[in-house]
């Protein structure tokens, strides 16, 4: 966020209550949220769209699989790249 969002929240959490409630009112009435079903559906839909291409390409071998045990060679030496200490899961 810019610092002026950042200033802004500081400021809008030290107004009193009354001046608060005033504030979220015209706020609330000059602009709509969109509704998180509607953002939910978004994100489901872009990750369907995802799913469905990269499956495509399996399908179609333009993609090189790899196994298991190399996504995770590949994954310790990313990690180790960046001094992080990867998790094993069992």
């Known amino acids: 966020m810019t610092a002026t969002v950042e200033r802004l929240k500081n400021e809008i959490r030290s107004l009193p209550k009354d001046d608060l409630d005033d504030l979220l009112r015209d706020i609330q009435s000059e602009y709509v949220l969109p509704s998180l079903d509607d953002d939910e559906k978004s994100v489901a839909a872009a990750w369907d769209e995802e799913i469905n ?35 094993k899961v069992a």
Do not use: N, P
Not at 70 to 85: C, F, N, T, V, W
């Open 53 to 87: 291409r990269r499956a495509q390409e399996v399908m179609d071998g333009t993609v090189e699989l790899i196994s298991g045990e190399e996504s995770d060679r590949m994954m310790d030496a990313l990690y180790a790249k960046h001094g992080i200490q990867r998790k």
